[in-house]
C-alpha cells in the first residue's frame, strides 16, 4: 500500500500545475508588451547612451572636429586616439585619425561635455556584439562616412 506521502505530492503537484495552467491561460489574454527582436525594434529613448561617435557638420559633410585633443586628454580610460594633420595651404589641422576603445569606456560622459565645438556625441547604438576586443575598437571617422 502506498503510504501518504505519495497522495500528499501527487496532490500537490497537480495543484501547482492547474496554478501554473492557469497563470498562462490569463496571460495569454493580456496586451502584448514585447517584440520580435531582431525583427521588430522598439523606439530608442533619446537619453539612451550608446558609445561615442563623431556629428556631421551639416555644412561640410564631414566631422566638425578641429582635433584640439580636449576630449582625449579629459577622458579618465583613456579610450581615444586623435591625430590630425595642417595639409598645404590650410590654416586649421584635418583629422587624420579618430579611434575609441569602447571597451575601457565607462560612458561617463566627460568627453562629450569637453568637447568645444559639439563634434561628439552618444550614438543610438544598442545592437553591437562581437566576438573579440577588438571588434569595439571604433574608427570613428569610418562610422561617420558609413552613416552617410
Ligand atoms: S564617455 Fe567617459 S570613458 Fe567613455 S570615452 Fe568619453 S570620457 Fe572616456
Ligand atoms: S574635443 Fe571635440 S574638437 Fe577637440 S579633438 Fe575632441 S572631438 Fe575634436
Known sequence: MRNSGYFKDLYVGGKSLIIGLGVTLRTCFLPQVTVHYP???????????GHVELVKDPETGGSRCIVCGMCARACPSGCFTVKGEKKEGEKKKTLTVFKLDFTKCSLCGTCVETCPKGAIRYSMDYN??????????YDLIKRLEEKG
Open 128 to 137: 553591437i556584439a562581437g566576438f573579440t576586443r577588438e571588434e569595439f575598437h
Open 39 to 49: 525583427r521588430e525594434k522598439l523606439e530608442i529613448t533619446p537619453n539612451y547612451r
